[in-house]
């Protein structure tokens, strides 16, 4: 079952993740604070883009999302379950609905495994298709789908060039019919030339198969191209959340605005203040807002937690500049 209209597929609800590390000259154990007090919905057949500089909890979110990795607090629900309190064979039959894309294709696959055994795996963990010859015309349409010719299938993955192999992923990721994909910088790894095709190819299978994408991406171009909404992250923490149109016409948070004037433009100068100092440690995140010692706008109230504002473009900001 589909969720009926404007009611949220996602819902994340204050989620966190501390990660206990050893580090430090005593090799004490010390939290990592990855993710931290995230929220935002996404809707059905949306794309919603989460974006931030390396290390920011970006695929961290996105583990968390599909449970993957356990939150340290928070929630997720789907379709208005929560998702921590299903077990067994309800919690299965989630998980079918939510799957993943990763960023290097090459390393989600088993170098030994034919791309018919890789793209049938989940169909026959789930037992979707239940003779092999039935599961073999599934793997043809799949292939077929991500515009792949059927002996693909008969071949390995060092057989294919980055491009294709990301689309095999796509294809075994569409294997159970999913609702809900978390992209993790899906076209990172590959060419220029090729990243539009996979983008593209993307978009078409979100149409064809009426799917709902959480997008993962650093990169503000792709973003900007296929994302509906966005959330800028810094340090664990989304600071700015919009329609794409909205941010990129006008970031407002001076995190988002060095982002967007960092990012190579064709044709166009630098506007607007550019990224000095480094990413503070998510050990010891700043006290306040996080992004106040690389702020150029930093003043004394910047030492607390600025609210979160919701403008009346319909974007949530978290700085003082606006509270
Ligand atoms: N399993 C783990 N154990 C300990 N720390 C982790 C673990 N996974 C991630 N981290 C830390 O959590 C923080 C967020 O990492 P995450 O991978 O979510 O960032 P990201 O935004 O996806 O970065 P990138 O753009 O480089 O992929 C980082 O400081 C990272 O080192
Ligand atoms: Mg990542």
């Known amino acids: 079952m589909t969720a009926s209209y404007k009611e949220p597929l996602i819902q994340v609800r204050g989620l966190e993740k501390v990660f206990r590390i050893k580090g430090g000259m005593l090799e004490k154990k010390q939290n990592l604070r990855a993710v931290r007090g995230v929220s935002f919905d996404i809707m059905p057949q949306e794309t919603f883009g989460l974006v931030g500089e390396s290390g920011c909890g970006k695929s961290t979110t996105g583990r968390l999302i599909l449970q993957l990795l356990r939150p340290t607090g928070g929630e997720v629900l ?14 299965k039959e989630q998980r079918a609905k939510m799957q993943m894309v990763f960023q290097d294709p090459y ?11 890789a793209v049938s795996e ?8 239940k003779t ?8 043809a349409q799949l292939l077929a789908d991500v515009g792949l010719n059927p002996d693909a299938m008969e071949k390995c993955p060092h057989e294919f060039s980055g491009g294709q192999r990301q689309r095999i992923g796509i294809a075994r990721a569409l294997a159970l019919h999913p609702q809900f994909m978390v ?6 790894a590959l060419d220029v030339s090729i990243q539009a095709q996979v983008i593209n190819l993307l978009l078409e299978m979100k149409s064809q198969y009426g799917l709902t994408y959480l997008f993962i991406s650093h990169d503000l171009s792709v973003i900007k191209y296929i994302c509906d909404r966005v959330a800028v992250m810094y340090l664990g923490e989304i600071i700015e959340m919009a329609d794409k149109e909205t941010l990129f016409a006008q970031p407002l948070h001076p995190y988002s605005q060095a982002l967007l004037a960092a990012a190579p433009k064709i044709g166009e100068q630098r506007t607007g203040e550019v990224l000095t100092g480094e990413v503070p440690s998510p050990i010891r995140p700043p006290k306040g807002c996080a992004f106040h010692p690389r702020c150029p706008h930093a003043r004394e109230c910047c030492k607390q937690v600025p609210p979160v504002q919701k403008l009346p473009d319909g974007r949530l900001i978290a700085c003082w500049l606006y509270a």
């Open 132 to 139: 092999k010859r039935e599961r073999r015309e599934k793997v």
């Open 107 to 117: 390393a989600s696959f088993d170098p030994r495994q034919n791309i018919y055994s």
């Open 78 to 91: 789907m379709e208005g379950k929560n998702l921590a309190s299903m077990k067994g064979r309800a919690l």
């Open 122 to 129: 989940p169909m026959v963990i789930y037992g979707l298709a």
């Open 183 to 188: 992209l993790d910088e899906p076209v990172s």
